[in-house]
């Protein structure tokens, strides 16, 4: 199958950007995040997207996204949080080699502080711990059923991440 070497899906600060690009670096590939491809796309932040047009209008605008990186990039891809959540991504990632990157809710809450920029998180009810809790208790059965191999990251440098999955899925030959 073409495509990214190896594709990143997980909460909101479960590393995925990161880890992505230290694992771009250490293949020689390049890395790529379809958040960024929406922001680069509308010339807008997501947080701007969510406001202006809605969730449902920045899901499309994601879904077109992944289809297009996962068709045309051979690198390491990291998807935004929810992107899973659409039955069209979860088909198209079947046959590649997913990556969920899991983080437990103390470090999930850490590494998103109080998530002014995620747009998910704004509209928190009872607070970022308790909409974060949510999404991990919605969203981790469904990284789960995408994923090839699951890397725990609580406590964990991305370095030591990167590691285990390139120890995980082979070195390039």
Known sequence: MTGPKVVLVGPMGAGKSTVAAILADRWG???RDTDTDVEVAQRRSIQEIFVDDGEAAFRALERAAVADAL???DGVLSLGGGAVLAPETRQLLAGHTVVFLRVG????VKR???GESRPVLNQAIGGVRTRVKALLDERTPIY???ASISVDTDGRSPEDVAAEIAERIGELA
């Open 112 to 114: 998103v502080g109080l």
């Open 71 to 73: 068709a045309e990039h």
């Open 105 to 108: 809710l103390a470090n999930a």
């Open 29 to 31: 590939l390049p890395a």
């Open 144 to 146: 789960e059923s995408v």
